[in-house]
């Protein structure tokens, strides 16, 4: 798998997931830091025209730098729940296939100290470049699980004892008054159409963030934000969770 920028460059070899790396000839400071850590870690790198890389990220945002990289691992949804220090935080994201997005969510979940992200096998946004930019780097660290069925996952969340919640804009209880000290997990829906019928039905509760202006809903990626730091300050405040 490619990835490319630096940030998401840095993280990986921080993770010890970069086979090779593939460089332009110009160099600024960062740069100098991403050949730093590789030449620590033994990563061969190539020197390459400029062209090579804008194929290579297919017109992203490269910054002069592209990655060969192993595939990231994939969890079960019982190893998620078991490697959590505390009540376990988890993100559910159902139909989120723009990699842009997935990324923005993937970068709020490392943020908040999320213990692993949920995705579909099918109607799932792609793991590669675009998600691993828009994450910052995130992408390298947050551990993911790959479902065939996100409502059948959700039955299998409740036997385990954690708390479904699926964000809805309709949804009558505002998403801070739900307690997520509770072990939890966020269910996201697509842009378009939101949560699957199935799997709304299958959530313990629907909340809602309470929208003040003209625009009807928040970006996924930022509702998913919003929430969970909420979920991070009620665990801070009650001591479950780290700050």
């Not at 039955?155 to 997520?180: C, N, Q, S």
């Not at 378009?192 to 009807?216: H, K, N, S, W, Y």
Request: glycine share 12%.
């Amino acid at each position: 798998m490619l990835i490319y920028g630096i940030n998401p460059v840095l993280e990986a070899l921080r993770a010890g997931r970069v086979r090779e790396l593939r460089v332009g000839e110009r160099e600024g400071g960062r740069m100098r830091d991403v050949l730093a850590l590789a030449g620590e870690r033994g990563i061969r790198v190539r020197r390459v025209p400029a062209e090579m890389l804008d194929r290579e990220a297919g017109g992203g945002v490269h910054q002069g730098v592209v990655a060969l990289v192993d595939g990231t691992r994939d969890y079960s949804v019982d190893e998620l729940i078991r490697g959590a220090s505390g009540p376990p935080l988890l993100v559910v994201l159902d139909g989120i296939e723009d990699p842009q997005n997935f990324g923005a969510i993937l970068r709020s979940a490392d943020a908040a100290g999320v213990d692993g992200v949920i995705v579909q096998r099918r109607r799932a946004a792609p793991r590669g470049g675009a998600a691993a930019k828009a994450s910052a780097g995130a992408a390298a660290h947050v551990r993911v699980a790959t479902v065939v069925n996100i409502a059948r996952t959700l039955e299998e969340l409740k036997e385990a004892g954690v708390w479904t919640v699926g964000l809805a804009g309709d949804a009558p209880t505002p998403y801070d008054r739900i307690d997520f000290t509770l072990p939890t997990a966020v269910v996201l829906g697509s842009e378009g159409v939101g949560l699957r019928r199935l799997v709304r039905e299958r959530c313990d509760v629907l909340a809602a963030i309470p929208m003040r202006g003209q625009v009807a809903s928040l970006n996924v990626s930022v509702a998913a934000g919003v929430t969970l730091f909420e979920a991070v300050r009620q665990r801070h405040r009650h001591g479950s969770g780290s700050p």
